[in-house]
């Protein structure tokens, strides 16, 4: 019983002198410090979460699209076909109170974005239908099949 009571972290009593409060603050940092390593786990779990999702890309392939991208778009190239433009009144109704330069870097980014997720679900695909292909185990040994060779440099 003695080790709860050294657990508590925080007691009142009622006295005839007033209210009477006790605080342990070794309890209190034990308290603080699991909570604290509780929140760095939490956030390195969604990170890890934000990664195994996007697999087969990274996040910093997708500061490298969209800053080709842009970089496009300001050098006088349209890669994306006439979008970003038709993108633009959206993106300015939602940011009404900003320039019309900004609104079309927004609208730039999110291109790239699109275009990074649909990398993504692209890689996803042939991934998983290229990994379906086993005739190779049960190939004989000696000359590889040219099948094979093309799935092998595909993979």
Same mark, same amino acid.
């Given at each position: ?47 890890? &979460?934000? $990664? ?5 890309? !990274?996040?910093? #392939? ?5 800053? +080709?991208?842009?970089? %496009? ?13 038709? &993108?633009? $009144? ?5 940011? !009404?109170?900003? #320039? ?5 870097? +927004?609208?730039?980014? %999110? ?32 000359? +590889? ?11």
């Amino acid at each position: 019983m003695a080790e709860a009571h050294s657990a508590v972290a925080f007691s009142f009593s009622v006295t005839p002198e007033g209210l009477d409060v006790k605080l342990n603050h070794e309890a209190l940092k034990a308290v603080w410090r699991s909570g604290f390593r509780s929140a760095k786990k939490r956030v390195g779990r969604m990170q890890n &979460q934000f $990664k195994n999702g996007t697999y087969p890309a !990274t996040p910093t #392939s997708w500061l490298f699209i969209a800053t +080709i991208v842009l970089a %496009l778009k300001i050098g006088g190239f349209d890669p994306s076909l006439g979008l970003i433009e038709s &993108q633009d $009144k959206y993106v300015a109704a939602v940011f !009404t109170d900003q #320039s019309p330069a900004i609104v079309h870097y +927004i609208s730039c980014v %999110l291109f790239a974005t699109y275009l990074w997720l649909a990398k993504i679900i692209i890689i996803k695909w042939s991934l998983r239908v290229l990994l379906r292909y086993h005739k190779w185990m049960y190939e004989a040994r000696g000359p +590889i099949s040219l099948k094979t060779k093309i799935w092998i440099v595909s993979v």
